[in-house]
């Protein structure tokens, strides 16, 4: 018997939980999400219970249901959370696929880590989350949109068949309302009329994707876990386009330091080190100001690049000129295994130093997310794009202690 492996996570009315994992006020009342777009995203489950459904219009729930709760959408928050549920999942499996803000695949030597994944995903966000494993993403995907909400199954082979005579074609992840038309003239309504066909048959009548779902269904993986696995690279690039546009000297610095800090996270990940950077201001206009900066010797950490910016930056940011975007480019890269440490720098004890502080940096981003901890020199750019280290910090990860 096929060992299923295929794991499927998804976060059970995820905008509205978030807001309820913040606010435990909210607990149990009707909340809604999409208040910013006069339409609801997301409704919790005593949401739903009243017959709100999704794209229903504010101003129509307002009227017929007063006890709910409507709250603006906060994306970035719902990223963060997004971003701790694949940092947990990573925590029991090394190939993990971010398929949406709300889901993922991962790929599990065995089921027998399900239940606890489930805990702990809840216990620390503060929210509950279906799962469903099985031997294919399909089926997986199947087996925990049918068990929802707070749900976990595992599908084995000998039970496919009770399983998938239950789901009607439409509703097979992969199968849009077009094709499922087309395939119920061919006589298939199910799921299983569908996996219960002949290769022969298949091969004739179904288009490649199709082909593909018809495979998943009776068992045989053809979509794979398309996990992140890191690279060396060339160079590494990290930009961001800011609003509102700002002259301001420490607005500009502060993107700058972001987008520093971003890059060197990505260098760190795969072992590399830079020998030089490339730093520009974007104007209103669309104009760009550059500037090359040369390292002594290849580095990982970001601390000397930001202080390089902060002795070139009068030479690129022009006086009473807006800017809207900045951006930061590492090259000259190299392995770090070929960077020697020079015994007679004085710079060498800071150097360890560091080290020590963006290894724990690095383990916290993996394990809670990126930007769990920022530099000071950042802060500025968080809190403008909505004062996210401010938030960040309401996001705990309940029940655990550091």
Known sequence: MKTAKILHVDGDSFFASCEMSLDYRLRGLPVVTGGERGIASSMSKEAKALGIYRGMPIFKIR?????????????????????????????????????????????????EQVEEIKGVLQRELGMTFSLGLAPTKVLAKLVSSQNKPD?????????????????????????????????????????????????????????????????????????????????????????????????????????????IENAFVNIRRVGQCANKMYYFLKTQEYRYHRLQVDFEKGIDTPEIAINRVKD???????????????????????????????????????????????????TMDKRYGSHTLVLGSSLVAFQRQGGASIRRLRIPYIGEVL
Not at 327 to 345: C, I, N, R, Y
């Open 312 to 362: 070139t930056l009068n030479q690129v940011q022009h006086p009473n000129t807006l800017y809207r975007a900045t951006g930061v480019t590492l090259a000259g890269l190299v392995p770090k295994e070929m960077v020697q440490s020079d015994l007679f720098d004085s710079s060498c004890g800071n150097e360890a130093a560091w080290q020590k502080v963006f290894k724990v940096v690095d």
């Open 151 to 259: 749900g976990l199954a595992t599908l084995v082979p000998e039970d496919t068949s009770r399983f998938l005579r239950e789901i009607d074609v439409g509703k097979v992840w992969g199968i849009g309302p077009a094709t499922a038309q087309e395939l119920r003239t061919l006589g298939i309504e199910t799921a299983l009329d569908l996996s219960n066909k002949t290769p022969e048959w298949a091969r004739e009548h179904l288009h490649k994707s199709t082909l593909a779902i018809w495979y998943e269904l009776r068992g045989e993986s053809r979509l794979a876990v398309h996990g992140t696995v890191p690279s060396l690279q060339q160079s590494v690039q990290s930009t961001k386009t800011f609003s509102p546009p700002s002259k301001d000297k420490r607005v500009i610095l502060s993107e700058l330091s972001k987008n």
């Open 63 to 111: 009227k017929l249901y007063p006890q709910v709760v409507v709250r603006s959408s906060d994306y970035l928050n719902y990223t963060i959370f997004a971003e701790r549920m694949y940092a947990i999942v990573r925590r029991y499996s090394d190939v993990v696929e971010e398929y949406s803000i709300d889901e993922c695949f991962a790929e599990l030597a065995s089921g």
